[in-house]
């Protein structure tokens, strides 16, 4: 049984593609702002860092923070990816959703 849940704010698991895999060839920061692809839904995040970690690296795989930029509807285990001038950069997975 599905639980879809309306929110904008959940903990990812996101591998970031490598530049050889059609991805970034530069690092991201914390708040970096790509387009979240999830079923329909295509919104603006932010990609909050856990403590300690400066930065993320083509062909990294972290749990990060993701806030939406509006609420939408979503489930733990979800599949989504990310995208960045039209163009895949990432995929990833909903581990927890924050209400």
Not at 16 to 22: A, N, P, R, S, T
Request: hydrophobic share 40%; proline share 5%; aromatic share 10%.
């Amino acid at each position: 049984m599905h639980c879809y849940i309306f929110s904008s704010s959940f903990c990812v698991q996101v591998y970031v593609l490598q530049k050889d895999e059609g991805g970034r060839h530069t690092p991201f920061f914390t708040n970096y702002r790509p387009t979240l692809y999830v079923d329909t839904a295509a919104v603006e995040v932010k990609l909050v860092l856990p403590n300690g970690v400066e930065m993320v690296m083509p062909g990294d795989n972290i749990e990060v923070q993701m806030e939406l930029s509006k609420p939408t509807l979503c489930e733990e285990a979800q599949t989504f990816v990310l995208r960045e001038g039209g163009r895949t950069i990432g995929s990833g997975v909903i581990i927890q959703i924050i209400v």
